[in-house]
């Protein structure tokens, strides 16, 4: 029996009145296991109708009441972990505790939200002039959306909505309709810790219901994660209507290994980096650059007997490495990019196509794949595969393995591994990547950091999390006042200065 899926505005969930509808499937059985609706333009502009309303009540309670709503959500998410975990994995094919990852890093940035409080604090100078202070506060913009990918349904909605609510703002977020059923059941708990009905609101949908929040006054911002193409259509977009917009896109994020590096760590971080979550994280690492040719033979080898022996299964049962892949086209996608590789020259090393699970036969599963002398200039190295292929890339020296990552259209994440503190030191100085990692496989900052790579990763000024967030979440105002007012220094034609 398929399930039918809901929206969830003004506080409740709130069934599809399109007709239209997308199919969510169980990509370790690769069976339809629900329906979810894709909002009009109309079902979209009712539930920013109810954000409009809500935010009013929201955005005029004090920072540290809205914060105890937050602490109370991450009190419930807690309760309810394991059963969004089982969730998620469900929809989106990541392993049970690959899916507690996920949440666990959305809660850390609510986590962070909730010193609200102290991060809207504003400015303030005292006797800027003869009886004047300055002061600026930061104000909730209003209304703000979020469109959100597929492969972190917890944790990116709340990146985005932990501080957007915190600053006082009402929430429309578009989740991916891959697996939608984590962000509903984050919008039930909103409800259930206290948010005012229609501050987070929940519209499923396509490119109608984007573009109805992209083309709608009332949105103050828009957050988006996800492919390169969208999210710059969606920033172009988003400035074309006036609005303030954050946009992250796709990556091919490098894994230089020096040779004074300590290979065997190297090549466990590159398994885990390359192979976790089936390869489907904007920070896996897909591309191994190892600098000589000693230190590339060597590295192949242990890469070849590590992913040799990787669990691939269903993502509910235990003992599984990764899971299936999202959708039966993404695993037609990457086994394309395969071919093609192997077609330009790249160096098969182990082949991940044709996987088959006992018991699991419609799944959408691939195994790992390994190439090795892929060059710079093969589809394989260019593009975002997003799938468990890891390449090797021989680099003859240092300088070379670092024009290769900064060269790279895009530069979402980075790593180095290396004993040799002034190597490390040089690389983090002159890579041309927004995130680095210094023997840390994925390097994803922490969440009192901000998060955003540079280039075609990411197009918009400010980061996701971190002190960004609470800048690209509300406006600045600034107030210049004078007291005593009964100051009189009579009509002056120049403009006031310090001088
Ligand atoms: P996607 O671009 O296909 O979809 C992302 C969102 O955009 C979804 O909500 C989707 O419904 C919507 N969308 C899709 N097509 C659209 C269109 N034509 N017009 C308007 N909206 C549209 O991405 P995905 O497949 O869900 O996610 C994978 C991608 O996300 C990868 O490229 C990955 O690198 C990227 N990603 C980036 C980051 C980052 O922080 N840089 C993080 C996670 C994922």
Redesign the pocket.
């Known amino acids: 029996m398929v399930r039918e899926l809901s929206h969830f505005v003004g506080g409740k969930l709130t069934a599809g009145t399109s007709g239209r509808f997308g199919d969510v499937f169980d990509p370790s059985t690769g069976e339809v296991q629900a329906r979810v609706p894709l909002a009009s333009s109309d079902e979209v502009r009712a539930a920013i109708d109810l954000a409009v309303v809500g935010q009013q009540i929201w955005g005029d309670m004090n920072p540290q009441a809205r914060a105890r709503v937050l602490t109370r959500f991450l009190a419930l998410v807690e309760r309810d972990r394991d059963d969004l975990a089982r969730l998620l994995s469900s929809e989106h094919g990541k392993t049970f505790d690959d899916a507690k990852g996920d949440i666990q890093r959305g809660v850390e940035v609510v986590e962070f939200a909730v010193g609200a409080p102290h991060l809207l604090k504003g400015e303030y100078t005292s006797g800027a002039g003869r009886g004047i202070d300055v002061y600026s506060m930061r104000q909730p913009l209003g209304v703000v959306a979020g ?6 349904p917890a944790m ?1 909605p709340l990146w985005q909505a932990g501080p957007a609510l915190a600053c006082g703002n009402a929430f429309v977020l ?5 697996d939608p059923s984590v962000p509903l059941r984050l919008a039930e708990l909103f409800t259930e810790a206290g948010l005012p009905d229609g501050v987070f609101s929940v519209v499923n949908g ?2 109608e219901a ?2 109805a929040l992209l083309f709608d006054d009332r949105i103050q911002a828009v957050g ?5 193409p ?1 999210a710059h ?2 920033h172009t977009t988003a400035a074309d209507q006036g609005k303030r917009s954050q946009c ?4 091919k994020n490098h894994m230089i290994v020096m040779p004074d590096a300590d290979l065997d760590q190297a090549a466990d971080a590159l398994i885990g980096a390359g192979y976790g979550s089936a390869g489907e994280r ?1 920070m896996a690492i897909s591309v191994a650059v190892p600098v000589g040719q000693e230190t590339a033979d060597a590295l192949a080898a242990k890469l070849m007997e590590r992913a040799r022996a990787l669990t691939v299964g269903p993502a509910l049962e235990p003992g599984m490495d990764y899971g299936p892949l999202v959708t039966a086209a993404a695993v037609e996608r990457v086994s394309g990019y395969i071919a093609q590789a192997i077609d330009q020259g790249a160096e098969l090393l182990l082949d991940g196509r044709g996987l088959v699970v006992p018991g699991h036969e419609n799944g959408f599963y691939l195994g790992p794949t390994l190439f090795d002398r892929v060059t710079t200039d093969m589809t394989i190295y260019r593009e ?1 595969v ?1 799938g468990p292929v890891l390449i090797i890339a021989r680099a003859d020296d240092y300088e070379a393995a670092l024009a290769m990552a900064s060269d790279h259209e895009y530069g ?1 994440g980075v790593s180095i591994f290396t004993r040799d503190g002034d190597t490390a030191r040089d690389f983090a100085a002159r890579v041309q990547v927004g995130m680095v990692g210094v023997n840390v496989p994925i390097p994803v900052p922490i969440a009192y950091h901000t ?1 955003g ?1 540079w280039k075609k ?2 197009f918009g000024d400010l980061n ?1 999390h971190g002190p960004d967030s609470f800048r690209f979440y509300t406006k600045t105002k600034t107030v210049t006042s004078r007291w005593p007012s009964g100051i009189r220094e009579g009509a002056s034609f120049v403009i006031p200065t310090m001088s």
């Open positions: 469109i959100t990918p597929f492969n972190f990116i578009k989740p991916s309709e891959r396509d490119k984007v573009d988006f994660v996800g492919s390169t969208i259509y969606i992250f896109g796709g990556a904007c975002e997003f979402n998060f790579g990763s990411m996701q």
